[in-house]
């Protein structure tokens, strides 16, 4: 399995501002995905990054108010823009185990927006 | 439409008393149903991958298992250290995605 770090491990934004989360792994991968978490509900992916080529996203989630970038096979970014207090959530990065489907996942953002 | 219902929402057992959690699953084409450990504060742990009706998978107090329709997960004589919310995923269906349940969350007194 691999092991993935993000930053930050939580935050309290402004509305109106915007937030960089970054995900490294400790391992080339091909694809990362960006998850939200809200509460009380089910993960949402909101977005496929592989390398080399733009994010591919969700019904529901656009790439203005979710940009993401993928610079190399370890690293992406997932930033939120324009925040109001509905993007308050968890957001999880994960990649897939080599040569499997399983996903394993970062420890998480906990985004608080006021 | 591709879906994932977990039961119960919430599960509070005595520490040594047996149960199960429920995932019952409809998506087209299911290559895989995933189960997952979350603590508080913390991104889900992954616990077991099932491909095939039939299939079960061990480790420690935890036994999954999966027909066609649903998976359960049994936890025997459990421990307060078990507490957690356990998630079910399954990968499949129209757009082949990892689709989740909302979660399990599990309490086991002492």
């Known amino acids: 399995s691999a092991v993935i770090s993000q930053k930050p491990s939580r935050d309290i934004c402004q509305r109106g501002t915007s937030l960089t989360i970054q995900c490294q792994v400790d391992s080339q991968v091909t694809m990362m995905f960006w998850y939200r978490q809200q509460p009380g509900q089910s993960l949402t992916l909101i977005a496929t990054a592989n390398q080399g080529s733009e994010a591919t996203y969700e019904s529901g989630f656009v790439i203005d108010k979710f940009p993401i970038s993928r610079p190399n096979l370890t690293f992406s970014t997932l930033t939120v823009s324009n925040m109001s207090p509905e993007d308050s959530s968890i957001y999880l990065c994960?990649?897939?185990?080599?040569?499997?489907?399983?996903?394993?996942f970062g420890p998480g953002t906990r985004l608080t927006v006021l | 439409e591709d879906q994932v219902t977990q039961s119960p929402e919430a599960l509070r057992l005595q520490e040594g008393e047996s149960s199960s959690l429920n995932c019952s699953y409809t998506?087209?084409?299911?290559?895989?149903l995933f189960w997952y450990r979350q603590d508080p504060g913390k991104g889900p742990e992954f616990l077991f991958t099932?491909?095939?009706a039939g299939e079960e998978k061990e480790k420690e107090r935890l036994k999954a298992t999966l027909t066609k329709k649903e998976s359960f997960l049994h936890i025997t004589a459990p421990k307060p250290e078990d507490s957690a919310t356990y998630l079910c995923?399954?990968?499949?269906?129209?757009?082949?995605?990892?689709?989740f349940g909302k979660g399990t969350k599990l309490s086991v007194k002492p």
């Open positions: 994960s990649v897939e185990g080599s040569g499997t489907d399983t996903q394993y």
């Open positions: 995923a399954v990968l499949g269906g129209s757009q082949g995605n990892l689709i």
């Open positions: 099932l491909y095939s």
């Open positions: 998506v087209s084409g299911l290559r895989g």
